[in-house]
């Protein structure tokens, strides 16, 4: 039993040094939010509320980087994860998006690849309900089609 509550000691013990030495990795720190140059002409303000619940913090520069955000390995998958969306998709841009494919925002929303699942655990607020998906997805459409 002895062994046992050593074994468990020395383990944590490790852990907590592992923990404590990834903070000292410099990725993932920088929570900048640039300046919003120019949103669409969002087609109602029902689509744009529904995109700020869903979307805004990985497609936008007005990110609200929650605590976890501060402390590695979690602040590496969320600075990862803001920086892709904002490449793949900024409302805060908009004057410089080139959407490969329109109809592409609305399948991922309809698959559920959108918001992620990871995302949705961390803000039950951005988890939609099938209304809310199909509002979002054609009020995006239509936004995204001016």
């Known amino acids: 039993m002895k062994q046992l509550v050593r074994t468990i000691a020395v383990l944590t013990m490790i852990g907590v040094v592992a923990f404590l030495i990834i903070q000292l990795v410099p990725y993932g720190r920088d929570h900048a939010n640039p300046p919003v140059v120019s949103e ?3 087609d109602s303000s029902q689509t744009r509320m529904l995109a700020e ?3 805004f913090d990985c497609h936008s520069n007005q ?4 605590w976890y955000s501060n402390a590695a390995p979690a ?3 969320v600075y990862r994860d803001v920086v892709e969306g904002r490449r793949r998709m900024n409302f805060s841009d908009w004057q410089h998006q080139r959407l490969e494919e329109p109809g592409e925002i609305g399948a991922a929303i309809d698959e559920g690849e959108m918001p992620p699942l990871q995302y949705i655990l ?3 607020s951005a ?4 209304g809310e ?4 997805i054609n009020g995006l459409t239509k936004t995204t089609s001016q």
């Open 40 to 42: 669409p002409k969002w």
């Open 63 to 66: 990110t609200t980087w929650p």
């Open 133 to 136: 998906k199909e509002q979002l």
């Open 53 to 55: 619940r869903a979307c």
């Open 75 to 77: 602040s590496w998958l």
């Open 122 to 124: 961390m803000h039950p």
């Open 127 to 130: 988890r939609l309900s099938a």
